[in-house]
């Protein structure tokens, strides 16, 4: 339904009401609501939202923006930061364990792990993540969009300046405020810089100052601009044109889904929504407690009606729920037409549910976990990879088989380590290095190459394609890490 009714009207039906609505919301989903028939944008100006859920998310969204801004700088006794994510120079931290090339199947298989979060949760939840997580929405509705309300006011105020001639208070507010974001902008900047380079590389640069690391900071000035511009201009298109989960819920979700959703049983009644008038038995006249009001729209940051069902442009941010709330409670009407409900729960009253399709995600989620915990935790501190040299067959020297090798030793963490080669699976053999002593120095992070001569025993070998296992020895004589590879020798029949 679309505006109230000051005249008289036909009989209101619930069902003609649904097949109505349901043809509106096809409607509503091939357009844009922040888009004119003619392309041209329509700006939004959502009044500050009030109210119970609006000061829950702020509270979340001031804790997550304090670990997203401190988190780079913190250091763990190992001497790793927390995150780190040198993209040129092939460096990864996270949750203080280094990461190298080697280790891209376990970031593949984090991805894979947080991809199937996503969809569980999605499921589960409807865009929670958007509304309360989303750092797009964070730094926009809880930090950009407060200094604006405190610039320029409230929606009306907002409004009325734009549409001014450049007066001086025109002049003095934007410039103001566009100053503001632009000085955030190249702090975000700087934080995430933080979490590419590290905070010891950031504090380097500061204190050699800008002359010295031009390339550095036309990045950062690159990367501000391109905050600025979506957090002052782009704004929530970012969530409707760029940002694909909103397209992604249409798949995901199901008459189980819990979202930010209009009780339209509750709301149209049998009449239909209309007008508050006092001292009306509003449920007498068949009316729905919806007084068309418009304040659900008014504090919509995306400029969509919640009325119109699910639309890929909302992202449950709640300002609609805390915005109907205010206006039932002054009428005196229960609150909650506007909440967090399944379309199950509003059209039959049946609460969520803990669906098999849930289920199955749920148990790929753990696995994934489970696998994800053991091979971080069982993945050795210097990692070793033994290949024989291309090329190369066996040689007899005396009473051994002699195969040449390369080896590649990963040291994966932040102290030097003293390493020895040793053959665990073959007694008395030998391992003689191609150039100095079988014991290397490898320095925190280094990646170590080189070529050494195997000698087994020729009484020891039983096949052509002997099985050996060497081993890594640490300057404690405990094995640190062992690999398994093929041994070359006479065929044998």
């Known amino acids: 339904m679309s505006a109230p009714n000051s005249e008289p009207r036909d009989e209101f039906h619930l069902d003609d009401y649904l097949k109505e609505n349901d043809q509106m919301k096809e409607d509503v989903r091939s357009s844009i609501g922040t888009m004119e028939k003619s392309g041209k944008r329509k700006w939004v100006y959502p009044k500050k939202p009030r109210g119970k859920f609006t ?110 001639d450049w007066d001086e208070e025109k002049i003095r507010k934007k410039l103001l405020k566009w100053t503001i974001f632009a000085i955030l902008s190249f702090i975000i900047a700087n934080v995430f810089l933080a979490y590419i380079i590290g905070a010891d590389a950031l504090y380097a640069l500061i204190q050699d100052g800008p002359v010295d690391h031009l390339g550095t900071l036309f990045g950062l000035i690159f990367f501000s601009a391109m905050f600025y511009f979506v957090f002052a201009w782009f704004r929530e298109q970012a969530c409707t044109l760029v940002c694909p989960y909103g397209r992604f819920q249409g798949v995901l979700i199901d008459s189980h889904t819990i979202n930010v959703a209009y009780d339209f049983k509750r709301g149209e009644g049998t009449e239909g929504r209309a007008k508050f008038r006092k001292n009306e038995d509003r449920k007498a006249e068949g009316k729905g407690d919806c007084i068309d009001c418009g304040q659900c729209v008014a504090v919509c940051p995306t400029g969509i009606d919640i009325r119109d069902g699910i639309q890929l442009e909302c992202v449950n941010c709640t300002a609609c729920i805390d915005a109907c709330d205010d206006v039932m409670l002054k009428v005196g009407l229960p609150t909650g037409l506007i909440r967090y409900a399944s379309e199950d729960d509003i059209k039959k009253g049946e609460k969520f549910k803990f669906t098999k399709r849930l289920a199955a995600y749920t148990v790929a989620l753990l696995l ?8 971080l935790f069982s993945r050795p501190d210097v990692e070793s990879k033994y290949l024989k040299v291309p090329g190369t067959d066996y040689k007899v020297e005396g009473k051994y088989y002699v195969n040449q090798f390369e080896y590649t030793l990963y040291n994966k963490t932040n102290k030097d380590q003293v390493v020895t080669l040793k053959l665990l699976s073959h007694p008395n053999s030998k391992i003689e290095m191609y150039e100095g002593e079988n014991k290397l120095n490898l320095e925190k992070g280094q990646i170590v190459q080189g070529k050494f001569y195997l000698k087994v025993p020729t009484s020891a070998v039983k096949s052509y394609k002997e099985k050996v296992v060497i081993g890594l020895i640490n300057n404690k004589g405990k094995v640190i890490d062992k690999y398994e590879t093929s041994f070359s020798a006479p065929f044998k029949y």
């Open 55 to 164: 000061n829950y998310r702020t509270y979340v969204s001031y804790v997550l923006l304090t670990i997203l801004i401190v988190t780079p700088f913190i250091k763990l006794p190992n001497g790793n930061p927390l995150f780190k994510f040198d993209v040129l120079n092939s460096q990864f931290v996270i949750f203080g364990f280094p990461f190298f090339t080697s280790d891209f199947f376990l970031l593949a298989l984090g991805m894979i792990t947080t991809i199937i979060f996503i969809v569980l949760f999605t499921m589960a939840y409807g865009r929670l993540f958007c509304g309360w997580v989303c750092p797009q929405t964070i730094f926009l509705e809880m930090v950009f969009r407060k200094i604006e309300y405190a610039i320029e006011g409230d929606r009306a105020k907002q409004i009325r300046l734009d549409k001014q």
């Open 368 to 375: 994934l976990i489970a696998a994800m915990t053991v091979f």
